[in-house]
């Protein structure tokens, strides 16, 4: 299973600037529109391992990872 989420991007002045929707605090800035698009991607897959090792961390010993489904 490969989630999807939700990029909003819009053009302001000379820059392309958005968001990932279903993630607080993915955003970039980019000159193209293009280059937004991968900064996103590089950005919410550099977050989602971040909270991934932070939430294995808070778990300890013991735990069980489940997937679910939205």
Do not use: F, H
Request: charged share 30%; proline share 3%.
């Amino acid at each position: 299973m490969n989630p999807a989420y939700t990029a909003v991007v819009k053009q302001d002045g000379q820059w392309w600037i958005g968001w990932i929707e279903e993630v607080p605090g993915v955003n970039c800035q980019e000159r193209t529109r293009d280059d937004l698009l991968e900064s996103l991607r590089i950005t919410l897959g550099e977050a989602l391992e971040m909270n991934r090792a932070d939430a294995r961390k808070a778990a300890g010993k013991d735990y069980e990872e489940l997937k679910i489904a939205v």
